[in-house]
């Protein structure tokens, strides 16, 4: 399943959070996803979006098990967790205002919504 959020970042914070995520998927790449297999997240894509509010930062995974996946993430030993969980929590604005107003997928056999 995919899960999706939205955080206001603080408008000094913005580069600092680009810069980070370059490293993740860049140099950082193989350390992070041995972290996301660790998780059981199969897929995770950001993105930043500037508005006149200042930037947000949407977020998307694809886990089956969310709550598990950021228990395991807020847990983790591995610097390169610990070094996102301080980077993202020194720019965190808060929440964004946000509205999924969309959300298709076959469901599955007896499952109701």
Do not use: C, F, K, N
Not at 78 to 98: I, L, N
Not at 103 to 113: N, V, Y
């Amino acid at each position: 399943m995919i899960h999706l959020v939205a955080r206001r970042i603080r408008p000094d914070h913005r580069d600092r959070v680009v810069d980070w995520l370059r490293q993740v998927d860049g140099p950082r790449r193989l350390e992070a996803l041995e972290s996301l297999a660790a998780e059981g997240v199969e897929h995770e894509a950001a993105m930043i979006v500037d508005t006149s509010d200042g930037p947000i930062i949407v977020y998307a995974m694809q886990t089956d098990d969310l709550a598990r996946s950021r228990v395991v993430a807020d847990e983790s030993a591995r610097s390169v967790d610990a070094e996102h969980r301080a980077v993202m929590r020194d720019a965190d604005d808060g929440p964004a205002r946000a509205e999924i107003v969309l959300d298709l997928r076959p469901e599955e056999p007896g499952a109701t919504r």
